[in-house]
């Protein structure tokens, strides 16, 4: 009988996991012994601030939390200061307040990619919220002094808990982000191969090649986030970024490249010449044979030949080939040199070597209506915890209003963020039976000996944070881990109070529940208004690369990888709106790989343009760079832009005139310009046949 993989993570633990549950008991034992010593009114949030950063065990990624974390609760204490001091007569503003500074926060928070930098601003609203709330609901203390008190204690808490897990990651059994660099890299890679020769495969399905888009887009983001944290792991740090950047920035182009190749074996057979059927054998035969390697080494060779044969068969060609003929081995030549700088990266990762390429890292796509998506569902559960606060005047409802509102945040950026807090409330339910009949009883009998407290606190916080090594647990064991804290809430004055653990725990896990419906509630937007905002800023950035008062005055660098950067994000965003639509009407992460095309392309073209050019070529240039923006928004709406033809032709007699070009360029331009027209009435004529079938289904 196969043990379920769930349980598997608990009953057969790993070496990997059994150390990363050691180290965070050894965390929170040291922030609960300098918090008790110190003499800190809750030293339990310092355990809670120590789980929070061992949910990522390397030490860069630790060290980086921490200084969000801290960064965070500095911002959200200076806050909370700040609306006590010109609310506190007024607690109904107050609270009025401190809900819109979490759905600030909250909606700062879907601006950024890296869960570090999330972290930090949730931080930043819950540290406030306890600030405020806490003062609120003790009115003996509500003098200066005892708001001062109130802030020093819980930023104090927070801050020690930070300290004690960043130390004992860095000391202990530590694990390093270039490690986790190393293994992303691998799987960009392999994904990237297996998507090469995907993209070639005849028998290849169209929702095949968008699983394995998606798949191949989370493995660049979760390289290029990591690598942020790299930089505090020495002074290689910087170049193994680096170095990761250029994997995800190569990656990105070797996509966009090899569906050039793909759609014209797909939809245009009869243009392929006996030549271009033997680039695609070799190309197909070559990707496979890297795919299959396990030798970083061997995939470098098998690149290195490929390059070289592409260099003699596109000598070899006959004189009078076609122009798209040429301009497909050019971009085969692209395509190999694209991955071999990738392998080249790969290799400096492994081996330190320094990276001379200094790309733009991967921009997170700002969207107003999906920032304001996230900061109100926050708000919302933060205002239905404190309506029920204010109406019942119960203290269990004070924990409504701080772990639900922390987990609308750091799990909004999540695939399936309903799924997880679902797991995660039925874990926080586990969490009350284990402390009322395990740990409370056991405590009770203890006589103030630390070591014992912690053996009975640290039997169950081992087991959740067994949970919490693995992605498949993780939001089983953070489901348990932060409300069992706060129900047994450990300290110099334990109450062992059985009705307020109760209550506390059914308030926490209600708190999730609701949590859990505010994301099945309120969603971001996927629909059409997201669709048509992705594909029109895609335009403007095609207007920009035939912008020469941009790239002249030095105002933007504009160049593939600052394209790169702007459009990852966005195809991310198009694949979500893929998923919300019905399989047939799946076409807009193919509009966002061919914007992703038709930048590189273009960048291409402008640059062989403007080579010495007259200013009639650079009239005609930025003419035509207008009409492939507006062909491009004209084709995500199922019409084809005629424009652009007429534009192309203009652009071909205008480098005829202008005699600045070799025979050979105006070629290769005139292949480009022929096979983006066709890219464009294809794509115009599937989104024509999906509305029409959704017309007939409607």
């Known amino acids: 009988m196969k043990l379920d993989p769930r349980l598997a993570v608990l009953l057969t633990p790993d070496r990997q996991s059994v150390l990363f549950a050691a180290k965070g008991v050894i965390a929170m034992a040291l922030a609960l012994y300098l918090s008790m010593l110190l003499q800190l009114d809750r030293p339990y949030w310092a355990l809670i601030s120590a789980v929070f950063l061992q949910v990522r065990p390397e030490t860069g990624l630790v060290i980086e939390k921490g200084f969000c ?3 965070g609760t500095l911002v959200g204490g200076a806050m909370g200061l700040l609306i006590l001091a010109w609310l506190l007569p007024y607690p ?21 990619r890296q869960a570090n930098f999330i972290y930090g601003f949730a931080m930043a609203g819950i540290t406030a919220t306890l600030i405020v709330v806490l003062a609120i609901a003790d009115p003996a203390n509500t003098s200066s002094l005892g708001i001062f008190h109130i802030a020093n204690a819980r930023v104090s808490e927070i801050i020690l808990g930070a300290v004690c897990a960043t130390l004992v990651s860095s000391l202990l059994w530590p694990v390093r982000v270039s490690g986790l660099l190393k293994e992303h890299a691998r799987t960009a890679l392999n994904q990237t191969l297996a998507y090469l020769e995907l993209e070639l495969d005849p028998t290849g399905t169209h929702a095949k090649r968008h699983n394995q888009v998606d798949t191949l ?10 690598s942020s ?13 680096r170095a990761a950047t250029v994997i995800c920035h190569k990656t990105l182009s070797l996509v966009a490249r090899i569906r050039v190749i793909g759609r014209l074996m797909r939809n245009h057979d009869d243009l392929l010449t006996p030549a271009l059927r033997d680039l695609l054998d070799a190309l197909r035969t070559a990707f496979q044979r890297m795919r299959e390697t396990r030798s970083a080494e061997q995939a470098m060779k098998e690149a290195q030949t490929l390059r070289q044969q592409l260099r003699e068969a596109r000598g070899e060609q006959a004189e009078d080939a076609p122009p798209l003929q040429r301009r497909f081995f050019q971009v085969s030549q692209n395509l190999t040199a694209d991955l071999i700088l990738a392998l080249e990266a790969n290799r400096a990762l492994h081996f330190s070597h320094e990276v001379q390429l200094r790309p733009q890292g991967l921009r997170p796509y700002r969207d107003l209506q999906i920032a304001a998506a996230v900061g109100l569902r926050s708000a919302l559960v933060f205002a239905l915890a404190a309506g029920l606060w204010v109406g019942t005047a119960s203290p269990m409802a004070i924990m409504l209003m701080i772990m639900p509102v922390m987990f609308t945040i750091l799990f909004a950026r999540l695939p399936e963020p309903d799924q997880v807090l679902k797991r995660a409330t039925f874990s926080s339910v586990l969490a009350t039976p284990v402390a009322l009949f395990f740990t409370l009883p056991l405590l009770a009998l203890n006589n103030g000996n630390f070591p014992l407290l912690i053996l009975i606190l640290g039997a169950p916080l081992f087991v959740g944070l067994l949970a919490i090594s693995k992605r498949l647990t993780l939001p089983l064991g953070l489901g348990f881990c932060t409300p069992y804290i706060i129900l047994v809430q450990p300290g110099n004055a334990m109450d062992f109070d059985v009705a307020r653990v ?5 308030a926490i896990t209600a708190g999730i529940a609701i949590a859990f419906l505010m994301f099945r509630l309120i969603t971001p937007p996927n629909g059409p208004n997201l669709r048509r905002r992705l594909i029109r800023q895609t335009a403007t950035d095609l207007t920009l690369m035939g912008n020469t008062s941009a790239t002249t005055t030095g105002t ?10 702007r459009m990852a994000d966005r195809l991310r965003w198009l694949t979500i709106c893929d998923k919300a639509l019905p399989e047939a009407q799946r076409h807009f992460t193919d509009l966002g790989l061919t914007g992703l095309n038709l930048g590189q392309v273009s960048l291409w073209i402008q640059s062989r343009l403007r080579s010495n050019a007259t200013p009639a070529l650079l009239d005609s240039a930025d003419r035509w760079q207008l009409a ?15 424009g652009f033809r007429q534009q192309s032709e203009r652009l071909k007699l205008a480098m005829d005139d202008a005699g600045n070009l070799a025979q050979r360029d105006r070629e290769l331009i005139a292949g480009a310009l022929e096979r983006i027209a066709l890219t464009f009435e294809r794509m ?3 989104l024509t046949e999906a509305q029409q079938s959704r017309g007939v289904t409607a």
């Open 628 to 642: 492939l923006a507006a062909a491009y928004q004209a084709c995500s709406r199922g019409a084809v832009d005629q």
């Open 217 to 226: 887009l989370q493995g660049i983001f979760a390289l290029s986030d990591d």
């Open 502 to 506: 109760a209550s506390n725990g059914l």
């Open 684 to 686: 115009a004529f599937r």
């Open 69 to 71: 974390q801290i960064g």
């Open 229 to 241: 944290a790299v930089h505090y792991e020495g002074s290689h740090g910087p170049g193994r970024a």
């Open 556 to 565: 933007a660098n504009i160049n593939e990888e600052w394209f790169n950067a």
């Open 92 to 112: 109904a503003l107050a609270i009025g307040a401190l809900t819109l500074w979490i759905g600030l926060n909250a909606g700062a928070s879907a601006w950024v």
